[in-house]
């Protein structure tokens, strides 16, 4: 009997053992330690899941939503399922690019669908169907990027003279399968010249620009893409009649004609226009001149 009970006392002796310095030791600490830990891990799951569900079905709704009531005319009309994941995904790529190299200043959703996306679109009901378009320092693909998902029937050429900009949208024409679209690295000055390979002087029925520089300096390197008959458009804020006048020898002596300026206010207010300019003769051939000069001497 002593035999036996001497047995089972050496077999209970590790477990006390552990028992003992558990429970006497740091039990709370332990505990704590362990539940804090297992508790965070399972609400960030949550959070995280929970988060990106909501934030995928708000934006859709949002941005489907927004797009149709804010597009002139019912040439976009409402978004395709097809259209808002394009939208969401690139945003998603946008956002995550912009930490590691400089895209945009503005990343807060909200702030991205209405500053960039809306306001990039309000040409799309502006152009023809089958149109080719250039934009001319498309930066981070704005307006191209939102004009080619809306229109995907239009042939699109991003141009920018920075290559990781490029880069980023090779990434993004592939992730969001659109068809279409050439990504160009160089100056627009080196591609609008006479000799420039590939030809691309006065080949697009259209060439936009947002935030790349001030309407004379612009007309200058947008202009000599565009087809006789065809349309530079001008994406710009702020006193847009000071810009105008200053642009007036330019658009002369390049073969352009302003035929309407369309003003409208984004969803938050920010006051906006389109400059439509028409070209309405060919450029000289001296036009664009080398590159940096446009902004260094403007015409
Ligand atoms: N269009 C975009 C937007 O609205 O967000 C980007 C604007 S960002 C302020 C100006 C862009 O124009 C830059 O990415 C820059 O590399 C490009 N850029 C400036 N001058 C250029 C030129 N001569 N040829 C091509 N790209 C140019």
Redesign the pocket.
Same mark, same amino acid.
């Given at each position: 009997m002593k035999e036996r009970l001497l047995k089972i006392k050496d077999a209970l002796n590790p477990v006390t053992e552990v028992l003992g310095k558990t429970l006497g030791g740091n039990y709370r600490d332990t505990l704590r330690g362990d539940f804090g830990g297992a508790l965070r891990e399972a609400f960030a799951e949550t959070l995280r899941e929970d988060f990106t569900e909501t934030l995928r079905e708000d934006f859709s709704e949002t941005l489907s939503e927004g797009l149709s009531e804010t597009l002139i005319g019912d040439v976009c009309g409402t978004l395709s399922e097809t259209q808002a994941r394009q939208f969401e995904k690139y945003y998603e790529l946008l956002v995550q690019k912009n930490e590691v190299m400089n895209l945009?200043a503005i990343t807060e959703f909200d702030e991205v669908l209405i500053k960039?996306f809306l306001d990039?679109c309000e040409a799309a009901p502006l152009l023809h169907e089958n149109a080719s378009l250039i934009?001319?320092?498309? *930066?981070? *693909?704005?307006?191209g990027i939102p004009l080619k998902i809306v229109r995907p029937d239009v042939k699109v050429c991003l141009?920018?003279?920075?290559a990781k900009?490029i880069d980023f949208l090779k990434e993004v024409v592939e992730a969001l399968s659109l068809e279409g679209v050439d990504c160009l690295h *160089?100056?627009?000055?080196d591609f609008a010249g006479n000799g420039s390979s590939p030809k691309l002087r006065e080949s697009f029925d259209y060439a936009v620009?947002?935030?790349?520089?001030q309407l004379s300096v612009l007309a200058e $390197?947008c202009l000599p893409f565009v087809k006789v008959g065809g349309f530079f458009i001008a $994406?710009k804020s702020g006193d847009i009649e000071e810009e105008l006048a200053g642009a007036a020898h330019a658009l002369e002596v390049l073969g352009g004609k302003v035929s309407e300026v369309k003003r409208f206010s984004l969803p938050n207010g920010d006051e906006r226009s389109l400059v439509l300019i028409q070209k309405i003769s060919e450029t000289p051939a001296a036009y664009p001149r080398r590159?940096g000069k446009?902004?260094k001497k403007p015409l």
């Open positions: 945009t960039h990039s934009d001319v320092g498309t *930066g981070a *693909g704005f307006p141009l920018d003279a920075l900009r *160089g100056r627009a000055e620009s947002r935030a790349v520089a $390197y $994406y590159a446009p902004t």
